[in-house]
């Protein structure tokens, strides 16, 4: 059977979850520390907390990087919803800004516009703004201030960081880079997770490694770290002294077993992403050519693709619902992804958002489509989906003049 995704887990990744359930810890004890540990050496950050998802990981960042009610949380709409979602939780008001059609990644000419005309205000702020704001994500007497960015390195490819580190600098808000679907990759040479304020991981078990559910953040800071570590933990001083609370916190730890899985694939995460690598070469060499498809684009500034996911992007004149009904009739998974977060529809009640406001993001939420794609996938496999998918596109042509659905 063709799936989508399919978690790699080896006999050894096993004996380490095994380790644990034979322990008398299966939460708070070593395996947690030897994760953070091994991840600062393999993939840089000088502090790794671990976390229960990655979305638990973008708001404890968020609040990290001083996010409260009413202030501007700048990112993608051309994104997972959580991405967005952790802005909310701190009643914080998403900014989007559209994407680079070519990667799909934030428009870093674009953040800069919207950072300054918020900073300036006035009629030139409410072009970005929100349509409209709820209530309660108006601090009182309070303009609306930029407290972070956050990129997202979308399927996998970097965004254009150093524009957008200028950015920030500049107006000294916060980048917090969502690294979730970005394990190893690297942009002009450094590794993704390295360039912001923090960085957070997501090891959902579609993710190029997996602990179940579970995240990580990395900073340099280690004001942050030991925040992080706080806020992760109920509140929980440094001592972490267990009915003591000095501040308001979460319980968003990772317990050891998802620690001991994350561990075991850690260790052999070059392995795993040079599998997936290879996934996405056979494809390409399927593919290329094949008439009404774009492929992934992989620009020169990332020097290390980590790939997460195999989109391709649909002529307009193809029907993208027709291709999935084909697809799926022969037994083949895809999906459209993503579905731009500014037209769910909690984000076009609560803040008025609507179609035409991000055209290239809605432009690559129409056309995009993910095909199955792990490391199980054989060259037998390729071939059926290659196969099928190109019959699909030839006959799934929309007569001449018949408008794409919106
Ligand atoms: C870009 C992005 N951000 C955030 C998340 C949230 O991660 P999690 O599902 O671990 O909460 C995901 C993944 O699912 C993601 O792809």
Wanted: hydrophobic share 45%.
């Amino acid at each position: 059977m063709i799936t989508m995704s399919a978690p790699d887990v080896s006999a050894d990744d096993m004996a380490l979850v095994e380790q644990v359930l034979r322990s008398s810890s299966l939460s708070g004890g070593p395996m947690v520390q030897a994760f953070e540990r091994e991840w600062c050496a393999n993939l840089g950050g000088a502090h790794a907390v671990a976390v229960s998802s990655g979305t638990a990981g973008l708001h404890l960042a968020l609040i990290a990087a001083g996010v409260h009610t009413g202030d501007v949380v700048v990112t993608t709409p051309f994104s997972f919803v959580a991405s967005a979602n952790a802005a909310l939780y701190q009643h914080a008001v998403p900014v989007f800004v559209d994407i680079d059609p070519v990667t799909m990644n934030i428009d870093p000419a674009a953040v800069d516009e919207a950072v300054r005309a918020i900073a300036r205000g006035g009629v030139e702020a409410r072009r970005w703004l929100p349509r409209t704001t709820p209530p309660d994500f108006v601090r009182a007497g309070s303009p609306g201030h930029v407290r972070a960015i956050v990129p997202v390195h979308v399927f996998g490819q970097p965004a254009a960081m150093r524009p957008l580190l200028e950015t920030a600098r500049e107006h000294d808000v916060a980048v917090i880079e969502d690294a979730c679907e970005a394990i190893g990759s690297t942009h002009e040479g450094v590794r993704t997770g390295t360039f912001g304020h923090a960085a957070v991981f997501g090891f959902y078990p579609n993710k190029q490694m997996t602990t179940g559910e579970g995240g990580l953040v990395v900073t340099r800071d280690a004001g942050w770290a030991r925040l992080l570590r706080s806020l992760r933990n109920q509140g929980r001083d440094d001592d972490a002294t267990w009915l003591r609370h000095v501040r308001l916190g979460y319980n968003y730890r990772l317990d050891e077993m998802s620690a001991a899985l994350g561990l075991g694939q850690l260790r052999r995460i070059d392995d795993l992403l040079a599998a997936r690598a290879r996934v996405a070469r056979s494809y390409l060499d399927r593919l290329t050519g094949v008439e009404g498809l774009t492929l992934p684009c992989i620009v020169p500034a990332t020097t290390q693709m980590s790939w997460f996911v195999f989109v391709i992007r649909l002529a307009p004149d193809i029907d993208r619902d027709a291709v999935m009904a084909t697809l799926h009739a022969a037994g083949i998974p895809s999906r459209p992804y993503f579905s731009p977060i500014h037209l769910q529809p909690f984000y076009r009640e609560a803040f008025g958002y609507t179609e035409g406001d991000f055209p290239h993001t809605e432009a690559a939420g129409r056309s995009a489509l993910a095909l199955p794609f792990h490391p199980r996938l054989t060259d037998d496999d390729l071939d059926v989906v290659t196969r099928h998918l190109t019959v699909a596109i030839a006959s799934c042509r929309r007569p001449r003049g018949a408008a794409a659905a919106r």
